[in-house]
């Protein structure tokens, strides 16, 4: 096995866009999928960063990613991890990369003392919640998921 995992750097800039983008028709979400790669290389290789890159490479080519940022919970007193986007590309599903990806996450929140690493799932993504229950992860169908964006988002803000 030849696989590594390494940050992503400013050169690998179309890249992670490359595989946001792949990860978005997988999803069914490629009309929201609206990044630039000026947007991504803001965000990602700012002066202080508020979100994080993995770029795993199987075999000298790139396979897939992990992107995530440091979340708080306020039960147990600690960061976490909050992963927004894991993605293997399809030639390089099979290979253990996902879980690499999501163990080289795990073993941050192990040295940092972080107090947990969570993510969101898709409902009707079935090979995604069996690797992920596979894993251990507990689905916590408990809690849904919010979101405001656009119009919605500038209204709340203008009675803020």
């Known amino acids: 096995m030849s696989l590594i995992i390494r940050r992503a750097e400013p050169a690998d800039t179309a890249t992670v866009l ?17 990044a630039t790669e000026a947007d991504i290389q803001g965000s990602l290789f700012a002066t202080n960063p508020r979100v994080f890159c993995e770029i795993a490479e199987w075999q000298g080519e790139t ?37 690499a990806l999501l163990g080289h996450l795990a073993k941050r929140c192990v040295s940092e003392e972080l107090g947990r690493l969570e993510w969101s799932v898709l409902d009707w993504n079935e090979p995604a919640i069996g690797f992920y229950e596979r894993q251990g992860a507990v689905l916590r169908k408990e809690w849904i998921g919010c979101r405001l964006t656009g119009e919605a988002l500038e209204a709340l803000a203008k009675q803020g």
């Open 63 to 99: 396979a897939g990613f992990a992107l995530w940022f440091y979340s708080y919970s306020t039960f147990l007193g600690r960061h976490g991890i909050y992963l927004e986007d894991l993605f293997v590309r399809d030639a390089y599903r099979g290979h253990g990369i996902g879980q």
């Open 18 to 34: 490359d595989l946001i983008r792949g990860l978005a028709l997988y999803e069914k979400l490629e009309h929201e999928a609206i």
